[in-house]
């Protein structure tokens, strides 16, 4: 069974599903408190995925957010390279 990952868990409106992106546990720890004022103010940010890209999020599209542990075998965006 693949290891368990940190991820920051998007609800877009309109989405039917949750978009998923790897972050490392710095940024999972930086993200967790920051997240509603994110949405409240609907702010534009960069977010250090776990493989070290750069995602740009418009909160003003997200319902919800929230970092999570997710199964090893999730799809999630900026994921390191496996193996």
């Known amino acids: ?3 368990a990952k940190q991820a920051l868990v998007l609800h877009l409106a309109g989405g039917s599903q ?3 992106i790897a972050v490392g546990t710095d940024t999972a720890e930086k993200l967790a408190g920051r997240l509603p004022e994110l949405i409240r103010q609907a702010r534009v940010e ?3 995925a776990a493989n070290g890209s750069k995602i740009t999020v418009n909160f003003a599209a997200v319902q919800a957010a929230h ?3 997710v199964p ?3 799809q999630l965006y900026g994921s390191p390279p496996r193996g």
Request: no cysteine; net charge negative; proline share 7%.
């Open 1 to 3: 069974m693949s290891e």
């Open 67 to 69: 970092v999570d542990v």
């Open 72 to 74: 090893g075998n999730s």
């Open 18 to 20: 949750p978009l998923l």
């Open 46 to 48: 960069a977010i250090e």
